[in-house]
């Protein structure tokens, strides 16, 4: 068996699904194979890890009840608190702007007197 077939029959050997025959196979391309004792090693963690935290749970924090009354204290947090409205920042700012602008170009087309007019008064 070539390292490819070995690792995709690794997860099998980990569960507990294979034949012995392979299994014995298995164990001696492991031997040899860095690369394939690696993956097993890996893979036997993981599932070693998820058992021992499945096991190591409580079933009483995950009764129905428990998630009924979690939902209920949700929405009625969610009901108590006061929305905030935040001033709007990104309308009244450009608006702002466009404002002075538009004011700014006013002054000097309509109201600035003319080069003319001032030489005139002096």
Known sequence: MNCIEIQEKIIDMVLGELMP???????????SCMICREEFRFLSECIQTYTLEHTETCECQFQETYWEEFVVSIHESISHEKIETKFPFRIVIPIAASALIAITFGYYFFMRPKPQET???T
């Open 119 to 121: 030489v005139q008064e």
């Open 21 to 31: 025959q392979d299994e014995i196979l298995i164990r001696e391309h492991l031997e």
